[in-house]
Protein backbone atom coordinates (compact mmCIF):
# COMPACT_ATOMS: atom_id res chain seq x y z
CA UNK A 1 0.00 0.00 0.00
CA UNK A 2 1.09 3.36 -0.74
CA UNK A 3 0.89 6.37 1.20
CA UNK A 4 1.15 10.48 0.20
CA UNK A 5 1.22 12.69 2.79
CA UNK A 6 0.07 16.33 1.96
CA UNK A 7 1.63 18.38 4.71
CA UNK A 8 -0.13 20.92 6.72
CA UNK A 9 -0.21 24.67 5.98
CA UNK A 10 0.33 27.30 8.39
CA UNK A 11 -3.21 28.55 10.07
CA UNK A 12 -4.98 31.09 8.48
CA UNK A 13 -3.01 30.97 5.13
CA UNK A 14 -4.57 29.58 1.49
CA UNK A 15 -8.52 29.13 1.22
CA UNK A 16 -11.44 26.78 1.97
CA UNK A 17 -10.63 24.89 -1.06
CA UNK A 18 -7.09 23.37 -0.16
CA UNK A 19 -6.32 19.94 0.56
CA UNK A 20 -3.90 20.88 3.18
CA UNK A 21 -5.16 21.09 6.57
CA UNK A 22 -4.03 24.46 8.87
CA UNK A 23 -4.20 21.06 11.98
CA UNK A 24 -2.64 18.06 11.04
CA UNK A 25 -1.36 16.73 8.39
CA UNK A 26 -3.05 14.60 5.75
CA UNK A 27 -2.26 10.84 4.70
CA UNK A 28 -3.43 9.58 1.52
CA UNK A 29 -3.53 5.80 1.36
CA UNK A 30 -3.63 4.35 -1.88
CA UNK A 31 -4.78 0.19 -1.63
CA UNK A 32 -3.97 -2.59 -3.95
CA UNK A 33 -2.91 -1.31 -7.42
CA UNK A 34 -5.20 1.92 -6.84
CA UNK A 35 -3.12 5.12 -8.93
CA UNK A 36 -5.22 8.07 -8.12
CA UNK A 37 -6.98 9.78 -5.20
CA UNK A 38 -10.13 11.81 -5.26
CA UNK A 39 -10.07 14.08 -2.05
CA UNK A 40 -12.47 16.43 -0.91
CA UNK A 41 -10.72 19.74 0.11
CA UNK A 42 -10.06 19.62 3.98
CA UNK A 43 -12.63 22.36 4.94
CA UNK A 44 -14.99 19.08 5.16
CA UNK A 45 -13.33 17.47 7.37
CA UNK A 46 -11.09 14.62 7.99
CA UNK A 47 -9.52 12.37 5.74
CA UNK A 48 -12.17 12.81 2.98
CA UNK A 49 -10.37 10.67 0.18
CA UNK A 50 -10.96 7.38 -2.00
CA UNK A 51 -8.52 5.96 -3.80
CA UNK A 52 -9.18 4.48 -7.61
CA UNK A 53 -8.21 3.15 -10.67
CA UNK A 54 -7.94 5.67 -13.80
CA UNK A 55 -11.81 5.45 -14.82
CA UNK A 56 -13.30 5.20 -11.26
CA UNK A 57 -11.21 8.16 -10.11
CA UNK A 58 -13.04 10.03 -13.20
CA UNK A 59 -16.53 8.76 -12.43
CA UNK A 60 -15.75 9.86 -8.60
CA UNK A 61 -14.26 13.23 -9.41
CA UNK A 62 -17.72 13.40 -11.88
CA UNK A 63 -20.04 12.76 -8.51
CA UNK A 64 -18.13 14.98 -6.41
CA UNK A 65 -18.44 17.58 -8.77
CA UNK A 66 -20.37 20.03 -6.38
CA UNK A 67 -17.78 19.80 -4.09
CA UNK A 68 -14.40 21.09 -3.77
CA UNK A 69 -11.65 18.29 -4.63
CA UNK A 70 -8.97 17.07 -6.72
CA UNK A 71 -7.62 14.09 -8.33
CA UNK A 72 -3.86 12.96 -7.45
CA UNK A 73 -1.59 9.89 -8.11
CA UNK A 74 0.28 8.55 -5.44
CA UNK A 75 3.53 10.93 -6.36
CA UNK A 76 1.44 13.69 -5.43
CA UNK A 77 0.91 15.00 -8.93
CA UNK A 78 -2.47 16.57 -9.13
CA UNK A 79 -5.38 16.48 -12.30
CA UNK A 80 -8.40 18.23 -13.14
CA UNK A 81 -11.21 17.00 -15.62
CA UNK A 82 -12.86 19.34 -17.94
CA UNK A 83 -16.72 18.56 -17.67
CA UNK A 84 -17.44 19.42 -21.04
CA UNK A 85 -16.12 15.67 -22.09
CA UNK A 86 -17.91 12.42 -21.61
CA UNK A 87 -15.90 9.62 -19.45
CA UNK A 88 -15.01 7.75 -23.31
CA UNK A 89 -13.81 11.06 -24.81
CA UNK A 90 -11.68 11.48 -21.28
CA UNK A 91 -10.20 8.23 -21.70
CA UNK A 92 -9.56 8.43 -25.21
CA UNK A 93 -7.56 11.38 -24.59
CA UNK A 94 -5.38 9.80 -22.03
CA UNK A 95 -5.83 12.80 -19.64
CA UNK A 96 -5.02 10.44 -16.86
CA UNK A 97 -2.26 9.48 -17.73
CA UNK A 98 -0.02 12.56 -18.11
CA UNK A 99 2.27 13.78 -14.74
CA UNK A 100 1.28 17.27 -13.98
CA UNK A 101 -2.03 19.08 -13.63
CA UNK A 102 -4.05 18.61 -16.72
CA UNK A 103 -7.29 19.64 -18.26
CA UNK A 104 -8.56 18.01 -20.82
CA UNK A 105 -9.61 19.38 -24.43
CA UNK A 106 -10.93 17.91 -27.24
CA UNK A 107 -7.70 17.77 -29.20
CA UNK A 108 -5.29 17.90 -26.39
CA UNK A 109 -4.46 17.62 -22.79
CA UNK A 110 -2.30 20.19 -21.35
CA UNK A 111 -0.29 20.96 -18.28
CA UNK A 112 -1.83 23.53 -16.19
Not at 5 to 28: N, V
Request: hydrophobic share 35%.
Amino acid sequence: MKTYTIPQKMSGTGSIHDLASDQYDREILFRGSNKYAVILAAFYGGNSFTSHNEINAIRQSRRLRDFSHSIIDYNGNEYCINDRFDIDTLLDLNCLGLSGRVYATPSLAMRW
